[in-house]
């Protein structure tokens, strides 16, 4: 499936998905493909997507996952317009992960629970990043997915790429930015990590919630 943007302002998730360099778009394959056996191993009957941007995650999930039920939320009305115009069989929404409470979840899709909640290259967006975590692991599910950049090997990445030199290969939408030191122990605070993963160039953590 191709997903479609008529807009002008593509966002960094668009253009990191739809690129035609061969040695990136390989990259990403290694990161679905990580992502996809971790899913597919869970069998989950609903799936959600908090920050799915234009839904490319969930286009790639669906092909595998033929009997799962997938939603998605994202802050962006033109991304989540996008994922509904390319991802016709999954529901979606627009919500802010700082300011998500799980019931307004519940009255929004008319699920009590999910079997599985991605959030995948989207904490290095939030400046608040705390309540964006704590929002997280109150939703009603027992298993994440948490993916973000591992510093400081995606900037190195983006150098050796010619990209955002000026940055010293930050990318722009990017405020936060963490070694796997640093993101373990951060999301150590609320999740049991059970697997960890690392698709050069991010990192992976499989995890539940504690208690």
């Given at each position: 499936?191709?997903?479609?943007?008529?807009?002008?302002?593509?966002?960094?998730?668009?253009?990191?998905?739809?690129?035609?360099?061969?040695?990136?778009?390989?990259?990403?394959?290694?990161?679905?493909?990580?992502?996809?056996?971790?899913?597919?191993?869970?069998?989950?009957?609903?799936?959600?997507?908090?920050?799915?941007?234009?839904?490319?995650?969930?286009?790639?999930?669906?092909?595998?996952?033929?009997?799962?039920?997938?939603?998605?939320?994202?802050?962006?009305?033109?991304?989540?317009?996008i994922a509904r115009q390319n991802n016709p069989q999954a529901t979606f929404a627009v919500r802010s992960l700082t300011d998500l409470k799980n019931s307004?979840?519940?009255?929004?899709?008319?699920?009590?629970?999910?079997?599985?909640?991605?959030?995948?290259?989207?904490?290095?967006?939030?400046?608040?990043?705390?309540?964006?975590?704590?929002?997280?692991?109150?939703?009603?599910?027992?298993?994440?997915?948490?993916?973000?950049?591992?510093?400081?090997?995606?900037?190195?990445?983006?150098?050796?790429?010619?990209?955002?030199?000026?940055?010293?290969?930050?990318?722009?939408?990017?405020?936060?930015?963490?070694?796997?030191?640093?993101?373990?122990?951060?999301?150590?605070?609320?999740?049991?990590?059970?697997?960890?993963?690392?698709?050069?160039?991010?990192?992976?953590?499989?995890?539940?919630?504690?208690?």
């Amino acid at each position: 499936m191709t997903l479609r943007n008529n807009n002008k302002a593509l966002s960094s998730n668009y253009k990191k998905h739809t690129t035609k360099n061969p040695l990136r778009r390989a990259l990403l394959t290694n990161f679905h493909e990580k992502l996809a056996v971790e899913a597919f191993d869970m069998d989950p009957n609903s799936v959600l997507s908090v920050g799915c941007g234009e839904g490319f995650v969930i286009s790639f999930l669906s092909n595998l996952l033929l009997n799962t039920k997938f939603y998605g939320i994202d802050i962006s009305n033109e991304s989540i317009e996008i994922a509904r115009q390319n991802n016709p069989q999954a529901t979606f929404a627009v919500r802010s992960l700082t300011d998500l409470k799980n019931s307004d979840l519940q009255e929004t899709f008319n699920l009590d629970r999910f079997d599985l909640i991605l959030c995948l290259e989207v904490l290095e967006h939030i400046p608040d990043y705390r309540t964006a975590l704590k929002n997280l692991k109150d939703l009603n599910s027992e298993n994440f997915i948490i993916s973000v950049p591992n510093e400081p090997f995606f900037k190195i990445g983006n150098l050796l790429a010619l990209k955002n030199i000026p940055r010293m290969g930050n990318d722009p939408e990017h405020v936060n930015n963490w070694t796997t030191r640093d993101f373990i122990k951060l999301i150590e605070e609320d999740f049991e990590i059970i697997k960890k993963l690392y698709p050069f160039p991010w990192q992976m953590f499989v995890c539940k919630k504690k208690n």
